[in-house]
C-alpha cells in the first residue's frame, strides 16, 4: 500500500532566520563531524571551563618525542607536576570506544610510567585522572569496566603480550618482575570518560560555545536593582554626577538629598542604569571571550563622545544627551548586542565615566 507524502514543512511559512541558518542541528550531533584538530581544540574549550572555575591553574598540550597517550595535560596547581595533574586523550572516532582502542592507551600509560619517561619521572608520576574523551564515548564493554577496576585490571593483564607492540613498535616488555609489581600496584581507577550530554553541558557554559556552534547567547536573568547606600565601585561616577548637578544648580552637590525631586529621580535612574551595565558586564565575563564586553564598550564610547564633547548649558544636559545617545548606538556586530537593553548600553556611560574616559563638566 502507497501512501501519499509531503514533507512537513511544505505548508510552514519560512521565517527569515530559518533561510539564514536553516534546521538546527544540536551540538552534541556536530561534535561527531568535528575533524581531529577541531575535536582537541573543542576539549581544550571545554576544560577552559575548568580552569577558569579555579578547578585547575593551566591546561596545555603536551608534544615531545613518542605518543605516550596523553594529547592534553591540566595542572591543578603552580607545581606543575609537583602536585595532582590529569591527563586528557582526545579520540574523534566515528565509534563508541572500544576495549581495542582503550586498552592499548591504558598500557601507554602503564609502561611509560614504569620507565619513568618524562613526564613520568616526575614528583606526581602517574596523572590522577586519565580520560578519555570522544564524541559517543565509550562502549558498554568498556563503561562496565571502568566501574569495575580490578576487572578492568584483569582484562588489560590477559592481553598485555598483544598490546606490547601497539606501546612501541618492536618493543619487548613480558609482564613479569618489577613491571609486574608496577602493574599490580597501578591503580585502574584513573581511567575514566565523560559523555557527549556532559561535555555539551559544560561547554555551553563557556564563552566559546556559541561561536562554536551557533545559536545565539543564552537569555540573560534578571538585573538586581541597585542597594540602597552606593558601593566604593561608584564612588567616580556618582562624584561626577553630583558635580554635573552642581553645574545646573549653581551650587555644591555632595548627595541626593542636595537636589529636588525630578533630579534626584534622575539619580535613582542612573545607577539603576550603572548596575544594569555592571549585570551585562558579569554576563559577559561567564558567557563571552575576554574582549567582548570592552569591545562594547568602546562602539558605546566611539557613539557618544562627539556628542559629550559638543557645548552644552551645563553638565547636567551633557549626562542627558549623551546618555540618550548611547540608547541609540547600532553595536550589533557585538556579540553582546543581542542580549543588551538600552538600558545597558546607557548604564555602560556611567562606567565609562567611572573609568575617566567621559566627563560631564568641561576641564580648562
Not at 577541531?38 to 591553574?57: A, I, M, Q, R
Not at 568498556?142 to 584483569?154: C, E, I, W
Request: charged share 25%.
Amino acid at each position: 500500500m502507497l501512501t501519499k507524502i509531503k514533507p512537513k514543512a511544505a505548508g510552514a511559512v519560512p521565517t527569515a532566520a530559518q533561510i539564514s541558518t536553516g534546521i538546527p542541528i544540536p551540538p552534541v550531533s556536530l561534535i561527531r563531524v568535528l575533524s581531529p584538530g577541531d575535536w582537541e581544540d573543542f576539549t581544550h574549550e571545554w576544560l577552559w571551563y575548568y580552569e577558569n572555575t579555579g578547578v585547575y591553574s593551566d591546561v596545555n598540550k603536551f608534544s615531545g618525542a613518542g605518543d605516550l597517550g596523553l594529547d592534553l595535560i591540566a595542572f591543578t596547581g603552580p607545581e606543575g607536576f609537583d602536585a595532582p595533574w590529569d591527563s586528557f586523550q582526545c579520540k574523534q572516532y566515528a565509534n563508541a570506544l572500544e576495549p581495542g582502542d582503550v586498552f592499548p592507551e591504558v598500557a601507554k600509560v602503564i609502561y611509560h610510567s614504569f620507565t619513568a619517561v618524562p613526564p613520568f619521572n616526575q614528583k606526581e608520576r602517574v596523572p590522577r585522572r586519565h580520560v578519555f574523551v570522544s564524541p559517543l564515548g565509550v562502549g558498554i564493554t568498556v563503561k562496565r569496566l571502568m566501574k569495575d577496576a580490578q576487572r578492568f585490571k584483569s582484562r588489560v593483564r590477559a592481553d598485555w603480550d598483544k598490546l606490547v607492540p601497539k606501546v612501541s613498535g618492536g618493543l619487548n616488555a613480558p609482564l613479569e618482575g618489577e613491571l609486574l609489581a608496577w602493574f599490580d600496584g597501578f591503580d585502574f581507577s584513573i581511567f575514566q570518560t565523560v559523555s557527549a550530554v556532559d561535555l555539551i553541558a559544560t561547554h555551553q557554559l563557556t564563552g566559546f560555545h556559541a561561536m562554536r556552534f551557533g545559536g545565539g547567547l543564552p537569555p540573560r536573568g534578571p538585573t538586581d536593582p541597585p542597594p540602597a547606600a552606593p558601593s566604593t565601585g561608584e564612588s567616580v561616577y556618582l562624584r561626577k554626577l553630583f558635580e554635573a548637578y552642581g553645574d545646573n544648580l549653581g551650587k555644591p552637590v555632595a548627595s541626593p538629598s542636595d537636589v529636588g525631586p525630578a533630579m534626584e529621580r534622575h539619580y535613582d535612574r542612573q545607577r539603576t542604569l550603572f548596575y544594569s551595565a555592571e549585570s551585562l558586564r558579569n554576563f559577559a565575563r561567564d558567557r563571552s571571550l575576554k574582549g567582548t564586553f570592552e569591545a562594547l564598550q568602546q562602539d558605546i564610547y566611539d557613539g557618544v563622545i562627539d556628542t559629550c564633547e559638543d557645548d552644552h548649558d551645563d553638565g547636567f544636559t551633557r549626562v542627558k544627551e549623551v546618555v540618550k545617545e548611547a540608547g541609540k548606538v547600532a553595536a550589533g556586530g557585538n556579540a553582546l548586542y543581542s542580549v543588551s537593553t538600552v538600558a545597558d548600553r546607557q548604564g555602560i556611560c556611567h562606567q565609562l565615566a567611572n573609568e575617566d574616559r567621559l566627563d560631564w563638566i568641561k576641564k580648562s
